[in-house]
Nanobody, 119 residues
């Protein structure tokens, strides 16, 4: 079993910053892609940013230049630095990871952390 524990959400004013963290624990040999998604009520979950095991990153157009994803391989932790926050960034942010267990890749989600940006 694999657990993803997120932290760092909260309430911030527009223009402010937050840093989200997601730590993976459990029995796995490695983790392929790690990513952050977000979801608002009545809308589909959308990809915010992802980072591969090799360190390649990709971002949603709406967050490019404002958000930065990074990864600590030793700690099995992925971070999302959110700068210049806008009210439309308000959402529940979910961590996503692809751990490799016995040569098979699996998909796991965190429980979500609320980010609220006030105008």
């Amino acid at each position: 079993q694999v657990q993803l524990v997120e932290s760092g959400g909260g309430l911030v004013q527009a223009g402010g910053s937050l840093r989200l963290s997601c730590a993976a624990s459990g029995s796995f040999s490695s983790i392929n892609t790690m990513a952050w998604y977000r979801q608002v009520p009545r809308k589909q979950r959308e990809l915010v940013a992802g980072i591969t095991e090799g360190g390649s990153t990709n971002y949603a157009d709406s967050v490019k230049g404002r958000f930065t994803i990074s990864r600590d391989y030793a700690k099995n932790t992925v971070y999302l630095q959110l700068n210049s926050l806008k009210p439309e960034d308000t959402a529940v942010y979910f961590c996503y990871a692809e751990p490799v267990i016995l040569a098979r890749r699996y998909q796991y989600w965190g429980q979500g952390t609320q980010v609220t940006v006030s105008s």
